[in-house]
């Protein structure tokens, strides 16, 4: 991991990468030489030399899954007008207003000239397909020039560029259906195309026979992990009762399906001839649902450890749960050292690790004889035992903390994993329909009453506790809080104590400076939101908003794109400008003038020029920056998302000829100003 992050900050050159390397290797080669009673004396240094090994790993492995040090890489060829020549790695995943999928690039023609190539692209497909549709292992041909893959720009949002990076994605292209052609031949792996065929199938199984759109898309992310049915609001809600961990497909799924396995294949023990085939099978059996449920950071997790305690009891040799954590984590960080940024990823870990530490000691705390309430209890202290290394984690990537988040789990755990397994048996009664139709109509209520039970628990007053915006220090010191209080707990040591009430003072601290900070805030932000106007004046601790109605009036675009700026910057959202100063097209805020021109105006001349600091151009108005300039007494200009790349270009020649700054939110991302 240290040599993971090391690579990835400071950009270690290779040969310095493996130069660590090999002296890691010569030194140990030179330690294991020496007298066994010397290497026992100075297992230090053996332990130095292993570390030095593993951080030239971490170094190196990143340094080589990085697609832009690959000498075959598109981008160190690719030019606007090539021919691309690309294949879909994926299905065809249905967006708001596009269809999306990830192709690899074989090929670039540049002219008379041919360059067989490496990398990854996201095409996005206008919805009127010819009369085939692209699918998985389709190859494609086109010359529409590819674009960078950006960040919104806005405060606090989501850095996409750096999630597609990760991939080893950097730009995308949207394709309309005259503007490509499919070859004849398809570029298919057979494993894949088992596992989208088998994906598909199980999909076309439950939407057939479990009744209800929201229920039938619940059903899959479930079964499958398939999200692209999923109701957004179905799923705000399980995140915000903390219980979206049962929709994501992790270890507890992984679980069910080794259960299944050991008992489906149990015979196979009772002869010697066929014992062997038992931990094969299984192991197969685990990893071709890993694949087909998408192969995520935590079912991979899973699956790395399940073949652990496989391989283990296959050869009598019992396993240690720290080891095959760190060993199932130092593969997953071999296959894509780029994990370790995936919150999946660290939420898994961290999740399994407080289970491991502290699920005993929270269930020790009291006895009870009644088996049922002991059961009872000790579902409690799972969920108390994973929430307390995942909450650091969770409030750095989702600034909220569900309150009730033990009465939630308590039922909703057990009911999702018997939800489960009905699944798989609807899946196999699937050719008897008289088995099915019953099975999907029993499920349908399951999943009806766990659904509203969920959305009944989010309803409650204090349910949510919402926009807890910690950096990456408080998290830190929240780690080293939580380590400290712990050891003093369970060893009873004053001096972890004492460490702990000093993390805990630093950790306050911070926080109360970053909320005097916050206080003395004075900014406006001009959001960029693909055809949306939206501006907030932000004082203090308090926001004015200007912008579309549809802003305020859909929860999804205002979670998407408002509300994470508001989260940053530790402030109450109003929808509506208050007592905000404003004489149309002026606004009048700690003393700066700014003028919003959304519609063509008409201004008297002759009584002299408005003197205003910044103007924000919005929703394509019938105006020359000529007319503008003899208006107001301003050089600054932004032009926001709701203007046309096509108009916004002739403003922008406008502008050099009156030597005016313009800044344009689709190229730049949001437009900040400081108001003190």
Known sequence: MAGIALQWYGAWPVWLSWLLCLAGITGMYFFNRRATFRQFKDGWVNGILINTLLVSAGLLTTYYKDARHRQNWMNHYYQNGDMVTVTLEEPLTEKANSFKATASVQLLVHGILQYP????????????????????????????????????GNPGSFDYERYAAFLGIYQQVFLLPEEYKMLPLKNENQLWHFLFHTQKTVLQTLTAYIPGKKEA???????????????????????????????????????????????LLSPLKKRKQTKWLLPLLVITGLWLFSLLVGGGPSILRSAVMFTCIVAGESAQRKTFIYNSLAASAFILLCINPFWLWNAGFQLSYSAVLGIVIFMKPFYNWIGFKNKLVAGTWKMVAISLAAQVL????????????????????????????????????????????????????????????????????????????????????????????????????MKKNKIARRAGLFFLLVFLFLRTVSFIRAGRRCQLVVYNIPRHQAIDFVNGRQCFFKGDASMVADPLLKRLYLQPARTLFRTTGMDSLGNLLYAPPVFLFNNKKIALIEKALHFNTTAGKITVDLIVVSRNPSVRLTELAAVFDCRELVFDASCSAGK?????????????????????????????
């Open 648 to 676: 916004v270009n002739k403003w922008k020649a406008e502008a050099a000829k009156l030597g005016l700054h313009c800044f344009y939110t689709v190229d730049n991302g949001a437009f900040v100003m400081k108001m003190d």
């Open 217 to 263: 898309g619940l059903a899959e992310a479930l079964l499958l992990g398939y999200r692209d049915d999923l109701d957004k609001t179905l799923v705000q809600s399980y995140s915000n009762t903390g219980v979206v961990h049962i929709i994501a497909i992790s270890g507890m799924h992984l679980g069910l399906i080794y259960w299944l396995l050991n008992i």
């Open 390 to 489: 995942t909450t650091p984690v969770s409030l750095y990537h989702f600034h909220q903390f569900p309150v009730y988040f033990l009465v939630t789990n308590i039922p909703a755990v057990p009911l999702s994993g018997i939800i489960v397994l009905l699944e798989i048996a609807l899946c196999l009664f699937a050719p008897l329909p008289a088995l099915a139709i019953p099975a999907g109509l029993f499920l349908h209520h399951l999943i009806y009453t766990m659904n509203s039970f969920i959305e009944y628990m989010e309803s409650l007053p204090f349910s949510l506790w919402s926009q807890l915006q910690v950096n990456e220090q408080q998290v830190v010191l929240l780690y080293a809080l939580i380590v400290c209080l712990s050891w003093w707990l």
């Open 117 to 152: 190539v490496s990398g990854h692209i996201i095409i996005y497909f206008k919805k009127d397909f010819p009369a085939v549709q692209p699918g998985y292992g389709t190859q494609l041909v086109f010359n529409k020039p590819l674009q960078p893959i950006k960040n919104t």
